[in-house]
């Protein structure tokens, strides 16, 4: 379908009808300039007709002149002979009338001669014929006249007189013969014009016909498609991604509307990713603005819960020992009194625990690190929780793969990597599995912790790595193990994040440190090892 040519073709479709439509336009130009020149070159043969006057005005001198010179020499004048004066004025005269014909038949002749055989009225066959037959008389009027006595002698004069007749008669036939070659090329022209008229007719209506082809061509191929292309770009350029501009032609247009579409749906990958990116470091500075703000409480909480916690827990077994002394076993007050006070001393030292994480989380500082394996590191961490009874009916699998060198302090990381399992195991059900992969993306080293326990939702992905914040199963944990591990990690220069498709669906945290790109440390670790 035309619609669904290239833009190249569609141009050339556009600019050839522009074209016909000008080569009709100057055709139709070309063809009424001809016409009136033809007409106006015609026309000058009308010049002929002064010149057929005025050669018939003097012949007809010449006739009266001859006829004054007859009467005369009917009409003597008294006291004269011969009338010689009258004769030699009327000879005279009748000379200059001859010459004047003469004059004038040349210059007809020139005229005759200036026409083209190519013109409408121009065919002069007839005329030339009768200059030759007004020359040869001319030349026998003048042998008559060459003879000075010619006026005296009557037979001369009279057939100088049937000459002049017929001289007359043949001046007279040059106007005839234009006016019938005008009246021909009337005729002609009026159906030159009738003709030219309807041609003129037909090339405006094609012309307008093809001219509206045109507009409506272009504009459905350009001009539409140019109106949807800008109205589409400035409406995504006012912030509306979801705008899609579309085009139902094949060509270059559609290929840039798809453009478009495409760049603005980048636009709208890249403005949403910069959001989440944008939320996400929000969490993290108020994230760490709650570490740091936990940090500094725990510092002060933990040193002074620490000695009344012990107290507690000392005079609770002290109380233990003397009850034994006071209340005999088989004393029905001996049981309830005696698991008060281990549950109390349960208690104290569980509250002892959750102090002594405080202080260790506050007391995270500048790191001290060094060059490790993080596949040998974390298969320690394996080897020691699968001697766990808890876990042994979940697995724990680290995927094979090249050592990955680190700069880091091993002990720290030991801790992040025992929470991540230790998280990943307390979500499984008996026969679940947490998978281990390290490997190395560019100038960083992920380790990724993937389970197929009960999964997290959206809210709990928001506040996994605040303090106190925990969702393990039985209520178990203080919410301090992640909060840890997410403040060691930003130590170290990392970023761990957390991925999970929604509650039963597992869960997956990555974690990203720095590798190690100095030579000189790569090689000393290996002479270690």
């Keep these: 379908m035309p619609s669904r040519w290239p833009i190249r073709n569609k141009l050339f479709v556009c600019f050839a009808l ?38 018939m005005r ?5 006739r009266v002149t001859l006829s004054e010179a007859r009467s005369v020499e009917r009409t003597p004048i008294p006291g004269r002979d011969k009338p010689s004066a009258v004769y030699e004025l009327i000879q005279e005269e009748f000379h200059l009338y001859l010459d004047a014909v003469r004059y004038t038949l040349g210059k007809y002749r020139e005229q005759l001669t200036d026409n083209s055989p190519q013109d409408p009225i121009g065919d002069s066959r007839g005329e030339w014929i009768t200059v030759r037959a007004i020359d040869q008389s001319l030349s026998r009027i003048e042998h008559f006249v060459s003879n000075g006595d010619w006026l005296l002698d009557r037979l001369q004069a009279g057939a100088l007189a049937m000459e002049l007749e017929h001289l007359e008669e043949l ?18 022209a009026r159906g030159q014009y009738r003709a030219l008229l ?9 012309t307008a016909l093809i001219f509206a082809l045109w507009v409506k061509l272009f504009y459905e191929w350009v001009f539409r498609p140019l109106r949807v292309l800008i109205k589409g770009s400035r409406k995504v350029a006012a912030g509306n991604f979801e705008y899609r501009i579309r085009l139902d032609t094949c060509d270059e247009m559609a290929e840039l509307a798809q453009a478009m579409n495409d760049m603005t749906a980048r636009f709208r990958a890249i403005r949403d990713d910069l959001d989440s990116q944008v939320q996400e470091r929000t969490r993290q500075v108020v ?22 916690l012990a107290s507690i827990a000392m005079c609770a077994e002290s109380l233990e020992g003397r009850v034994e002394e006071v209340l005999k076993p088989d004393d029905d007050r001996y049981a309830p009194v005696r698991n008060y006070l281990r549950m109390i001393q349960t208690e104290a030292f569980r509250c002892k625990e959750i102090t002594e994480r405080l202080l260790d989380f506050s007391r995270l500082g500048e790191v001290k690190r060094q060059t490790a394996d993080l596949r040998e590191l974390v298969q320690g961490v394996i080897d020691m929780i699968s001697h766990l009874g808890k876990y042994s009916e979940k697995h724990v699998e680290m995927m094979p793969g090249e050592p ?10 030991k801790q992040v990597v025992l929470n991540l399992i230790v998280n990943g195991l307390d979500s499984l059900d008996p026969g ?6 390290i490997s190395r993306r560019g100038s960083q080293a992920v380790l990724t912790v993937a389970d197929n326990g009960c999964g997290m939702s959206v809210e709990v992905r928001k506040h996994l790595f605040e303090p106190f914040f925990t969702r393990k199963r039985g209520g178990q944990g203080t919410g301090l193990g992640l909060s840890i591990a997410y403040r060691i990690i930003a130590d170290h220069e990392g970023a761990i994040d957390v991925h999970s498709d929604g509650p039963g669906h597992g869960s997956r945290f990555t974690v990203r440190l720095p590798l190690v790109e100095s030579r000189k440390e790569l090689d000393h670790y290996h002479k270690a090892a």
Excluded at 287 to 307: P, T, W
């Design 171 to 188: 001046s007279a036939e040059l106007p005839s013969y234009l006016h019938e070659n005008i009246h021909d090329f009337t005729e002609e």
């Design 198 to 206: 309807v041609l003129a007719w037909v090339t405006s209506v094609i």
């Design 432 to 437: 679940g599995a947490v998978h281990i992969d």
């Design 287 to 308: 994230r760490s603005e709650q570490l740091a703000s936990v940090g500094f409480l725990a510092a002060g909480v933990a040193h002074e819960i620490n000695n009344p």
């Design 58 to 62: 003097h012949v007809s001198n010449l």
């Design 404 to 413: 990955v060198l680190a700069l880091i302090n091993p002990q720290e990381i």
């Design 18 to 55: 522009l074209l016909a439509i000008v080569s009709m336009l100057a055709w139709g130009g070309i063809q009424g300039l001809y016409s009136y020149r033809g007409l106006v070159r015609s026309l000058r043969r009308v010049y002929e007709l002064p010149l057929a006057t005025e050669m």
